[in-house]
């Protein structure tokens, strides 16, 4: 009965918060695990479940694979838009339940923490996880890749297969006693892109050569697909190409609009995430045009908590910046001026850039003659970075709100 109870007080929560216009994605969850300290076991599970994890590209994966499976017609169950941690899949399956606490949906699709593993993978038994790659990220989180797949390999099940990251060493070589394939772009693997380019990826395939409607051509992205490619095809999906035409980049990840005659392109990458800073930074240096450059990587909640730590930036490929097609280029944030030096050290030219601590002062110095397009690189979609730049520019440029 106290399990009932907690399903049901969940449920009620997540009515409540949606009619207060809040996320339902982490409260109900939370509250049913504390009414039920043993909700994660009891509810019901789907019979297949995919799960997604890894330093990057979690999220974006899990977006893939969720609409591709949708647009064939697949009723599932995932926390796309919610919590990747314990209370976030607790959130998602007691929502996705009867109101006896049977699944409602035979599939789910979980994007999982890499941290939480130990605590999920417990009560929660994946067909297929993926694992996008293993990487410097948060050290003061994470600390060091090896020990984040030590994790991985204590939590796992053992019937569990493995979709892996040939072209990544760290997680190449986790739990090698699973059943397992590989994707990449660039290595031998079980799915490989081998060009892609004008709205079409070509990969080679178990079963031979195969085109896909091409997602987005950040490199990034297109192992994104790649590995969405590889777990549909493990999964059993026949008709993946037409799946994957559904698909987009996360719109918290990837956003181009005009504001007023400026063309401004944002990204997301995590700061203190080398990998995916780096290649953001490439991605706005390979961009055709003259171009400005906003960077707004550390967070505005460390006025408050407060970060001493910049060792990452010195593992960001900063040499991107001295491509000659920026014009100019501003550091916003509280270690703006860490990020000054070590642009300095990359050897960008100082004409080219300023620096705050004040997000809403990087539209205001950032230079735009002569600038066919904007480029808005900041960190996580929790922080508010994006809109407050963005509100500064439409302010700057006369377009109203």
């Not at 070509?202 to 697909?225: C, F, K, M, W």
Request: hydrophobic share 50%; glycine share 6%.
């Amino acid at each position: 009965m106290r399990f009932l109870i907690a399903l049901w007080a969940a449920k009620a929560s997540a009515v409540l918060l949606r009619l207060l216009g809040r996320n339902a994605t982490q409260f109900p969850g939370a509250l049913a695990m504390r009414l039920c300290p043993g909700f994660l076991a009891k509810v019901g599970k789907p019979a297949r479940i995919i799960a997604i994890t890894g330093s990057n590209g979690k999220t974006t994966t899990t977006n893939f694979i969720v609409a591709a499976l949708e647009a064939l017609g697949v009723r599932l169950l995932s926390n796309k838009l919610g919590s990747n941690l314990e209370a976030g899949i607790a959130t998602s399956l007691a929502l996705g339940a009867k109101l006896t606490g049977a699944p409602r949906c035979a599939v789910a699709v979980f994007e999982v923490d890499e941290r939480a593993s130990k605590l999920i993978y417990a009560h929660v038994t994946p067909e297929l996880l993926l694992i996008t790659n293993l990487t410097n990220d948060t050290i003061k989180r994470n600390a060091h890749p090896s020990y984040i797949r030590w994790i991985i390999e204590q939590a796992l099940p053992s019937s569990t297969k493995l979709v892996l990251n040939a072209a990544d060493p760290v997680s190449a070589m986790l739990a090698v006693d699973h059943k397992r394939v590989f994707f990449a772009l660039d290595a031998v693997a079980d799915y490989r892109a081998l060009s892609w380019g004008d709205g079409v990826l070509r990969a080679s395939t178990p079963t031979g050569e195969q085109e896909y409607p091409l997602i987005h051509d950040n490199r990034v992205n297109v192992a994104n697909e790649v590995a969405a490619v590889a777990v549909l095809s493990e999964f059993g999906v026949s008709e993946i190409a037409r799946g994957l035409a559904a698909a987009k980049v996360p719109g918290s990840r990837y956003q181009k609009e005009m504001i007023s005659w400026l063309s401004v392109v944002s990204m997301t990458a995590k700061s203190a995430s080398p990998p995916a800073v780096s290649t953001a930074l490439r991605y706005a240096a390979d961009a055709p045009g003259r171009k400005a450059l906003i960077v707004a990587y550390d967070d505005i909640g460390e006025f408050d908590t407060g970060c001493e730590n910049t060792c990452w930036y010195y593992d960001v490929d900063f040499t991107a910046l001295t491509d000659p097609s920026f014009v100019f280029i501003v550091f916003a944030g509280p270690r703006h001026l860490d990020a000054v030096v070590r642009a300095l050290l990359a050897g960008v030219d100082s004409a080219l850039i300023r620096s705050t601590p004040a997000e809403d002062a990087a539209a205001d110095l950032v230079k735009l003659d002569g600038v066919d397009k904007l480029f808005l690189l900041h960190d996580s979609p929790l922080v508010n970075s994006e809109p407050i730049i963005k509100a500064g520019l439409r302010r700057r440029l006369g377009v109203s709100a």
